[in-house]
């Protein structure tokens, strides 16, 4: 499964856009990104999955440039309740396997 | 359905003594996951179950840890002799079929404290 690198912490205040950017370099060709949320006490859950372009659902969108090098999560204005942290994770979709591969994480934190 | 159950949601237990959790899946899905995670880490995949059967344990699941699922339902993960490393939050997933994205759902775990 491709590594990927994604910041540790950001900060952001209520009402503004939040870009997550994660790297993965070795992306294999049938390789998909998703993203997972997960909050204190509750296990990941599913937000967004791209393989190409652009993908946006009525949570965020997710940008991948053509070379599928970095993919960057984008939350529009974001409020309190998006406190939580954030996991880039790539893999085959269609052929995962077993296991999710999950690194640290980006820990979102918005303040008023 | 109201998604992957866990229990018991916390777990306090001396070091030495046993444990098991209880997970419940959603009741179509065929493919039940441990994870284990740790305080600041993500999830840690632990083993994996498609209906009853076994497929795969990583090699953090030592021999103090166990897990079945009979007859393909709900699936019990025991630890044996507990050591103060064994603490952690322990996550169940299932999904149906393959796949990374929205069909892989998790619970909100059993958060073990072995002191």
């Known amino acids: 499964l491709a590594k990927t690198t994604q910041p540790i912490s950001m900060d952001s205040y209520e009402g503004q856009e939040v870009n997550i950017t994660c790297s993965h370099n070795n992306i294999a060709t049938n390789d998909y990104i998703t993203w997972y949320q997960q909050f204190p006490s509750q296990g990941p859950r599913f937000i967004i999955q791209g393989y190409k372009t652009k993908v946006t659902n009525e949570v965020a969108s997710l940008f991948i440039p053509a070379d599928r090098k970095s993919s960057t999560l984008s939350l529009p204005r974001v409020s309190l309740s998006d406190t939580a942290v954030y996991y880039c994770?790539?893999?085959?979709?269609?052929?995962?396997?077993?296991?999710?591969?999950f690194g640290g994480g980006t820990r979102l934190m918005v303040k008023p | 359905d109201t998604g992957v159950s866990q229990d018991p949601r916390h777990k306090i237990t001396k070091r030495g003594q046993n444990v098991t959790f209880r997970c419940d899946p959603i009741?179509?899905?065929?493919?039940l996951y441990w994870y284990r995670q740790t305080l600041g880490q993500g999830p840690e995949f632990l083993t994996y179950f498609q209906n009853e059967a076994q497929l795969e344990k990583s090699r953090l699941l030592s021999d103090r840890f166990s897990a079945e699922r009979p007859k393909g339902s709900f699936s019990t993960l025991e630890i044996q002799r507990t050591e103060q490393g064994d603490s952690a939050m322990y996550l169940c997933?299932?999904?149906?079929?393959?796949?990374?994205?929205?069909?892989?759902?998790f619970g909100s775990g059993t958060r073990l404290t072995v002191v």
């Open positions: 997933a299932s999904s149906l079929g393959t796949g990374m994205g929205a069909g892989y759902t």
């Open positions: 994770l790539v893999g085959d979709e269609h052929n995962a396997g077993n296991m999710l591969t």
């Open positions: 009741s179509e899905h065929n493919r």
